[in-house]
């Protein structure tokens, strides 16, 4: 009898101990999102950008390009602020964090005109955590500074 205890404690610590490890991994397959999210403000006279004082940019279009390709594209709200969200698969999430960015699809000089005409906002993806809810996983990323 005591043997048959201990031997469910340990299945027990086993299916415990996989599990946790399972959640731990960065998740994979159906039921996981990629969610990447941001801001995008302009400053008028080419300053600094400080959050309380930069001017939302409602309507400009955003891609999220890997390996020079766009993968996705959204366009910002009226209060600046983008989403986009993806199926993951285990490969694009290692593509995205290697070689994703966000791009600004819009002229510089359409926020401030003392930009160049031609150029265009890039910034790389940084992760910013995972959320799991039931059996739905989602990869939350940010960009860095454009």
Known sequence: MAIMKIIVLVSLLVVVLASSQAQAQLPSGSGSLLNITGTIMCSLDGAAIVPDEATPTPAFPIQLTC????????????????????????????????????????????????????????????????????????????????
């Open 67 to 146: 390996e020079g390709k766009v993968v996705s594209s959204a366009i910002t709200n009226a209060d600046g602020t983008f989403n986009i969200v993806l199926n993951l698969q285990h490969s694009l999430l290692a593509r995205v964090l290697s070689s994703g960015q966000v791009v600004v699809a819009t002229p510089l000089a359409s926020c401030n005109a003392s930009l160049p005409a031609d150029g265009f906002l890039h910034a790389p993806l940084q992760l910013a955590g995972t959320t799991v809810s039931g059996s739905l996983n989602v990869v939350n990323l940010v960009p860095a500074v454009f």
